[in-house]
């Protein structure tokens, strides 16, 4: 690529003027033509009379030293004029000549469609100092963005199996209780006519579960789960339903029994002897309990 220079703004008088000097050496170029022609066709004659006039021969090497004269005046003003339309200024052209080649190249490439080869050629080669580039995003590189994967892998999460084991019940009020048998059936031996006092019967305790909630709540603008190019919503909801049960999995095993379930671990004889009897669980000292 090249790097191209902004134009300048003219200021000042330029040396070139299309009113001045240009058109005078133009009119000067046309008179001088005409007179050309018109000696010419003067000599023509004369050698066609096999008469060669050194007074017209003269007058046309005249013409002809006037007319190289005003050809070079003309192209240098001409070049004059290109340097001012290109800088504004009519400063010299700045570029490198391997610019100047590629800028012509690429013109012409530009306009016809062929080159192309000659033009990657040139940019590889070096010395060309591209003005856009994807490496400044003001100058281009917004135009040419990272492409990326439109899915996401999710990290391994830890989610206790003893969860799938657990018994579940649903509930609708506030609360769940459970009854417990602590049994206390008393039986005596006695003949088969003795008398038979009575015994004592098995006892039903109530025990309360400790409940609370679990929740999440995730903050995403409306325009993010319009304009996201994943799903953001359904995402979202998939990382609350593996939170949730991450979360279930270790009240299930340890939870305190504080605005959560109260854990497996929890459930040991001396903490719930040290309990208020209406916080024990009726199990407690049960084989079943120790540890």
């Known amino acids: 690529m090249t790097k191209h220079f902004p134009p300048a703004k003219a200021r000042g008088i330029v040396a070139v003027r299309a009113d001045g000097d240009a058109l005078t050496m133009i009119r000067a170029l046309n ?133 799938q084991y657990a018994g579940v019940q649903s509930v609708s009020g506030q609360g769940f209780k459970k009854l417990y048998n602590v049994h206390g059936t008393a039986a005596a031996w006695v003949g088969e006519t003795d008398a038979r006092a009575q015994t004592d019967g098995s006892k039903l305790v109530e025990y309360e579960f400790a409940f609370g909630e679990i929740y999440a709540n995730p903050a995403a603008t409306e325009r993010i789960l319009e304009d996201s190019e994943i799903d953001i919503a359904n995402w979202l909801a998939g990382e609350v339903n593996t939170e949730f049960a991450r979360q279930e999995g270790l009240a299930f095993i340890n939870g305190d029994g504080v605005n959560k379930p109260k854990g497996l671990l929890r459930y040991d004889a001396a903490t719930e002897t040290a309990l208020p009897a209406a916080q024990r669980h009726p199990r407690a000292g049960w084989r079943g309990c120790q540890r």
């Open 31 to 163: 008179s001088d033509w005409q007179a050309h022609k018109d000696a010419q066709a003067e000599k023509d004659k004369q050698l066609a009379a096999r008469f060669d006039d050194v007074v017209t021969t003269d007058k046309l090497a005249k013409i002809e030293a006037s007319v190289g004269a005003l050809t070079g005046a003309l192209d240098d003003a001409n070049a004059r004029l290109a340097a001012l339309t290109l800088n504004g200024t009519g400063a010299q052209d700045e570029r490198s000549e391997e610019e100047r080649d590629y800028s012509a190249k690429f013109d012409a490439w530009f306009r016809s469609g062929e080159g192309e080869r000659d033009l990657k050629a040139l940019a590889k080669a070096g010395g060309i100092k591209a003005a856009y580039s994807v490496g400044s995003d003001p100058d281009g590189g917004y135009t040419a963005p990272v492409e990326w994967d439109r899915t996401i892998t999710d990290r391994r999460v830890e989610v206790s199996p003893m969860r």
